[in-house]
């Protein structure tokens, strides 16, 4: 598994060494070897995946969701860039865990994801996690540019007991135009989210992850409720009972029945759209 | 009617009695004598109120509403467990009061809502109550959570000039996964609801009762609201005038007729969607 | 025209007298003579104003909005107690100011609305109203029910600068089921409202006035709107600068012309609906 | 390039002088020479841009949102007076730099937007500008009508690290209609925007620039949003880290290839509709 030093994001060297490191792919690399086709199945739920998050208000054109190859866990699947609405099958690409495209069916890189990063980093790292989503989503971003930590607030998002840390990239890089645009920032990122299921990051958004595709839907969608529920309970200014880590623990242990119903229901409403 | 010892739910001796509990169904209890087919009409406004109360986002994969059969007040009828916007009157399935049901249609236990004991106990408790709602509605959540009581801002919503209490599961059982997974737990929920016409459940959502399916599908809608606007009060910083108990009790008295109007336009809209 | 002496609406003595003339109508009143076939264009229009508050959440099963008959101001035109956005011409019922019904399509008076004195009595008092709301809009009952006076945030809603008083049906009535079911109680609240552009009704939502049905329309989705933005600027925590009643003056001045253009949008999207 | 001397817009002369103004157009003027017909993919653009900020709620029949002719930069394009999502190709009119039009399409004077000046008067100050937005977007009204500044939350929003002054209309011109309903008005907050990117206008909404039409678009969507989200931080009672100007230099550098991809699919969704 390949690991990036953790060194400081800027100054001139290290300007330098991105330079070179982006002409490198054109230049040395070959596209990774294919793990072969992946279950339409797993396809077709990556792709609701998209629409449903885009109807959730939480994908347009920015953001994304990935889940990792069905046979190979050093691949992954993702759409070419574009708005999430809008994906099909045809638009899924395969990539290996530097975020490499195997195929890109055409296309200049250009016209790919530039944060994937996000993805083939936090699957380097995190041999547990099968999918992974990047949202802006609008009520996450008040907790991601204050001091104020996530709470769990109800058993849907009982996940975030189990700590949502947030990730400063001015840290790491210093000024930046605040994107993900290589693997040293998505390793970074990666590092700062450690074990948790989420990491919100400053004045940009948030990655989640999950060990399924269903799941890292639903936590995407449950974690923008709560952020919302949260600042509404905090505004009445009486004592929060958030959920013990302990029911937190007893309900992600048997998550997975009742949101393959709800799946069904979200699915069937985005993909009858004409 | 079938009664439950109002022990603490938790230690040793208790998780002994739920286990062997749980294995008794499938090996020495026959399935309920059915009550016989219910009013046609009666299965179709139970498949709108489902549709309705997705289309008001008060119910999706978890939730779940029931009504009393009409030809007998010993069972009642609810979906299976599935996605409320895309119930029919073929998912319809009857219950007797220990929530056992009387054909699941060859489906297995599992496929059956697991909190259907919310219902079963409450119908048991209350012989008032015609129908039953257990929604996860954001807006109550901040209530649940805080020791904020919700009051009766406006006269759609009067009935929770009544009272609603919370319920808090620690108190019951400890650290649990949240869910009214048994007959024991329905039982508490009934009991801390006592006379009220709803509850809250602390981090979880709440279950509301009525006289009437519309009424409780109405209630649920415009205690949601209620909620919503009572906080919106509360951030304005001076006192607040809520209904009196009296004003509550004249408007109960007389509700229905307009509910009628109201309950023809909601299910027009649910109905005709492909 | 009729007025109703304004005593204090309730002890048993009113209590009788109320029973008595709940009586008379179906006695001895005849119905009131009809003005004739109103304008095709005006009805229309009022049908596309139910669907357009309904579209806007400020109209259901319950509000309701009138206009007087262009060919006799002593006649108004009204739907009969029915969801808003199922409203169609063929719906819509005459009155006279009294609120009795022309013609009720063969209907019992009891599938009218109860309601239906807020309009006529307005229509008495305000021979310059043209055209009456009543909501529950949401927004509006926060202030309602607390002793913040809604401002004019905005050039759309300027016409609150003439001041917006609060009913308080206990006042005049003591405890009763909030609704203005009578008369006598609509004579209140014309009162009430004098001549300013709105009144709101403490714990049940608000009646608007304007001197043209889309007016109406576009007070009612104003007001709301402004209360909505009123309640978030205040939470600022600083000065506000409001409208001046001379900027409300000039725009009221010229209210219009605009006006026509929004209510094409508004219109062609409801009506164009299956 | 015509400009107006900056003197304050009230008392008596200056009223007759806007009475005498007002006539010549009739009198004295030539319609201003066409630059030819534009590219009939700007025109698209530009009605899908009046159907995308209605579909986000942020314009109606009120508000507007123009673009520099591709053929002169001394003329721009704009729809007819007119609600926003049923604007077609055919609405789209010509305007010199002093919004005169080009040829009204045989429409009266009248059926134009009364404040297109706010339009004309930017581009002759402005030759960076390209696309201007006029907007009465709800959630920066409670910006403009306070002392609250607007800040940059997310990186979606950056430009707002270069500062969004407030238009107080009463400094330039006393008690009005708060309508920019002449050159002299534009020319006032033409100024006031100076090299800004946007501009609050107190109890009214907003002008927005940008380099491009897409962007200006976008940049609407993201003010708007922006609003929201700041006001809901500002009430969790701690500081907030804004995005750094230098993050929003980098930022802006950049946009624009992330913001085709979003445009597509907002394209997309409006312009399908019947």
Redesign the interface.
Known sequence: MTTVPSIRRSGPLFALCMVLASCLPAVAQQAPASAGPPDPKLVEDLVAAYRIL?DHGLL???GHVSVRHDKDPNRYLMAR??????VTAKDIIEFDLDSRPVDTHGLPI?ALF?ERYIHGEIYKMRPDVVAVVHT?A??L??F?????PLK?????A?FIAFGIPVFEI?ERAG?????IRNAALGHDLAEALGDHPAILM????AAITAPTLQRVVARTIFLS?DA??Q??????G???????I??AR??E??EG???A??????K??VM?K?
Do not use: C, F
């Open positions: 885009a347009d054109g920015w860039g574009m708005s999430a609405e809008m250009s530039t802006h609008p009520s971003i008040p991601g540019d204050t001091k104020v769990p607030m109800y058993h849907r009982a001015r000024m930046t135009d605040m994107l400053r004045g940009h958004g409720l919302t529920l600042a509404d309970a905090m505004r009445m009486t004592p929060i009972t958030y959920l013990d302990e029911e007893k309900i242990a048997r029945h009742g949101l119903r709800t799946w069904e229901g979200w069937q409403k009858s004409p």
